[in-house]
């Protein structure tokens, strides 16, 4: 069973990092794209960064290059995302996920399995 679990989330001043994580398991690790997205409160999920199953480029938005890194470790089958100077613009829910996105914009919509989001919420 393809499982997939973020977690990490909570309440951060702007300026301030956090550090999500997911889990994965139930599938071959490589054999899928990852990505983060994030969902906030009336918009629709948003691709944050991705890798495609074949490419060890990651693709991230203008909003959060820079900021954001993405990272995995396959031996242990968990992908980081390691999110700095966060603004409130950052505050959502945040997704683990696998899919056959390749190349070009990462968009929620080349993704199949999800994992539950974390909260995460950026005070000004």
């Known amino acids: 069973e393809v499982q997939l679990q973020a977690s990490g989330g909570g309440l951060v001043q702007a300026g301030g990092s956090l550090r999500l994580s997911c889990a994965a398991s139930g599938f071959p690790f490589d054999d899928f794209a990852i990505g983060w997205f994030r969902q906030a409160p009336g918009k629709e999920r948003e691709g944050i960064s991705c890798?495609?199953?074949?490419?060890?480029?990651?693709w991230y938005p203008d909003s959060v290059q820079g900021r954001f890194t993405f990272s995995r470790d396959i031996e242990k089958n968990m992908v980081y995302l390691e999110m700095t100077d966060l603004k409130p613009e950052d505050t959502g829910v945040y997704y683990c996920?696998?899919?056959?996105?390749?190349?070009?914009?990462?968009?929620?919509?080349?993704?199949?399995?999800w994992g539950q989001g974390t909260q995460v919420t950026v005070s000004s």
């Open positions: 996920a696998i899919g056959w996105f390749t190349s070009g914009i990462c968009t929620a919509e080349e993704f199949g399995r």
């Open positions: 890798v495609s199953a074949s490419d060890e480029s990651i």
